[in-house]
């Protein structure tokens, strides 16, 4: 069964904590993203990868990190410096940037 | 800089009536073009794309959509609405080797 998983579906870290998202793809697909859906926001881009061992900001990178030390995985890592970190934050991924993406089902991160 | 802009954020709207959603892109040159739709706890999903050709597409569930380069517009629309088709819907373009940009999203309430 071909598709993106993202782990856990619910998350919950004190504040100040930093916290690992996970996300994997089996779709052999090159270009892997993380975004942050926020109530009235849309989608808003963090971090992408167009390929293993690289990645580049998106819009909001700060207080995030990445790593794309495999095609099937882009791990996210939300940071103690990240000033609102309570969000819904969704995986995908693509052949190549500017065609089709899949998304995973996403997590939904709350810091106490 | 590269941007997708949505023209409501709410429509509520009855069964039966018909739908139509606006979607404008500011891009240079090729774009492609996409309506993704998120049904209530589901994967964000595909519902149609545009790449290139006749510029009315068609998708799943009834919807198509309608490429008018002159006035950088992709516009959703269905003929008649069903409660099922009650979800958020994003629109999204891509050009190059660039991410897709999104829109912000426009929550449809369709009452029975």
């Known amino acids: 069964d071909g598709g993106i998983t993202q782990s856990p579906k619910y998350l919950f870290r004190k504040e100040g904590q930093n916290v690992t998202l996970s996300c994997e793809q089996n779709l052999n697909h090159d270009a892997m993203y993380w975004y942050r859906q926020d109530p009235g926001q849309g989608l808003r881009l963090i971090y992408y990868?167009?390929?293993?061992?690289?990645?580049q900001k998106g819009d909001i990178a700060e207080g995030y990190s990445v790593s794309r030390e495999k095609k099937e995985s882009f791990p996210l890592t939300v940071t103690s410096a990240q000033k609102n970190p309570t969000a819904f934050y969704l995986c995908a991924s693509s052949i190549s940037g500017d065609n089709e993406q899949f998304f995973g089902p996403g997590t939904r991160l709350t810091v106490l | 800089a590269q941007s997708v802009s949505q023209h409501n954020h709410h429509v509520i709207l009855s069964e039966a009536a018909s739908l139509e959603l606006g979607c404008n892109y500011s891009y240079g040159g090729t774009v492609n073009l996409f309506w993704y739709v998120q049904y209530p706890g589901q994967h964000l999903q595909l519902l149609l794309k545009?790449?290139?050709?006749?510029?009315l597409v068609k998708g799943i569930k009834g919807f198509e959509a309608e490429f008018i380069k002159s006035k950088f517009s992709f516009n959703l629309r269905k003929p008649s609405v069903q409660w099922s088709d009650t979800a958020e819907y994003f629109c999204?373009?891509?050009?190059?080797?660039?991410?897709?940009?999104f829109g912000k999203g426009t929550m449809l309430l369709v009452s029975p």
């Open positions: 990868s167009q390929i293993v061992n690289d990645f």
């Open positions: 999204a373009a891509g050009s190059g080797y660039s991410t897709l940009t």
């Open positions: 545009y790449f290139s050709g006749d510029p």
